[in-house]
């Protein structure tokens, strides 16, 4: 029987940094997660400075030998409408390849992994939890994403969720796709829903090409996805006959009324698994790694005490760095004309675009950061 103070369910940047903060202060931790490293995943891929700056990354070192894609303008535009590029003239936000940036935290937390192997049973025991049979731990944290079995264990409706869905694809480009590519590595481009419920993006990573999809409804996602990818061979940046494998996902907006519960006695949730994307762009990662540092502050206040009563402290925590309602837009049709009518204006107007959709919903350069120790 292995045991452990701590055992991660899941090695994403959530999993990752709490596991490391948590080894560094002296507790014995264990990390598991299903796949082995480096993994692919489903990820538009794209960090602001913040995420760096939390995680005290120098931007020069980690490049060496990893994709690290200054961003310095975006080029917006309604999906089949006229886009507009607002430059910023300096590096704002960051491109990744999710299977380099998650295998360098995974790396550097320096905890001991089991990988390859699912937490497929979870048993709660006096004092702690048996997983699979042969791992004993006095603390469970959920890292697992989306369908993290945490999370199913604590009550979430794994599938009953109005979730977000994204499909996303990644591959390196061949010599005729790089001429056809037209955008530029550091113009990424966004491609809003007519209907406001989701967007598309094109980004581009050095030799590397990133397309996907994001809707606020599941209903006929590949079909929105197949069109989207339609319109950009007809624009000539995709070739004739383009396939790709597409991956999907799904996340959750915080709600702190209406989601799922990131607490039990014994057991917490971090990043997608608690559901904490923002609500305009869908960004998951800087969410997950600042709840993983919350969650870290919580565990070792708790001193080795997991009940219920010592972890409430986080469920605050979380309240007061994402807000304390709900962050989902209503359904009715009268909302839905209000929205494709906001967001033409929007998308139509180079200083709202600047100040809300770029620097408010993607860049969030308001935000203050929670800062790893």
């Not at 959530?14 to 796949?35: F, I, P, W």
């Not at 919350?294 to 001193?303: E, N, S, V």
Request: charged share 25%.
């Amino acid at each position: 029987m292995d045991s452990c103070d701590v055992l991660v369910v899941g090695g994403g940047p959530a999993g990752s940094t709490c596991a490391g903060k948590l080894r560094r202060a002296g507790l014995d931790v264990l990390l598991l997660d299903k796949e082995q490293f480096p993994r692919q995943k489903a990820c538009a891929g794209w960090i602001t400075p913040a995420v760096l700056d939390v995680l005290a990354i120098d931007p020069e070192e980690y490049r060496q030998g990893r994709v690290l894609q200054g961003i310095s303008s975006f080029r917006t535009s309604l999906l089949g409408g006229p886009g507009l590029v607002t430059d910023y003239g300096k590096t704002v936000s960051y491109g990744i390849r999710r299977c380099e940036f998650d295998h360098f935290l995974l790396q550097r937390s320096g905890v001991r992994q089991v990988l390859g192997e699912a937490a497929a049973l979870l048993e709660r025991k006096e004092g702690g939890w048996i997983v699979n049979g042969r791992i004993q731990a006095r603390l469970l944290v959920g890292a697992g994403g989306h369908y993290c079995p945490v999370a199913r264990l604590l009550g979430a409706r794994i599938g009953r969720e109005a979730a977000i869905v994204a499909q996303a694809a990644e591959f390196a480009m061949s010599p005729d796709q790089e001429r056809l590519c037209r955008t530029p590595a550091e113009t990424p481009e966004l491609f809003f829903c007519r209907d406001m419920k989701g967007y598309g993006w094109l980004f581009r990573k050095g030799n590397f090409l990133n397309i996907g999809l994001g809707r606020m409804d599941k209903v006929n996602l590949s079909r929105h996805t197949g069109d989207f990818c339609r319109y950009l061979v007809q624009r000539g940046d995709l070739a004739a006959g383009f396939k790709a494998g597409f991956q999907g996902h799904a996340y959750l907006l915080y709600d702190r009324e209406g989601g799922r519960s990131c607490l039990g006695d014994g057991a917490l949730l971090i990043g997608d698994a608690a559901g904490l994307a923002h609500p305009q762009s869908g960004e998951g990662i800087l969410p997950a790694i600042e709840s993983a540092l919350l969650a870290a502050d919580t565990i070792l206040a708790a001193k080795g005490d997991y009940r219920l009563d010592n972890l409430e402290p986080y469920a605050e925590k979380l309240a007061g760095r994402f807000g304390g309602g709900s962050m989902r837009c209503p359904s009715s049709p009268a909302f839905s004309r209000f929205s494709r009518f906001l967001g033409a204006k929007l998308l139509s107007s180079s200083w709202l675009t600047r100040r809300i959709v770029l620097e408010r919903w993607f860049l969030q350069s308001n935000h203050k950061t929670h800062k790893a120790a």
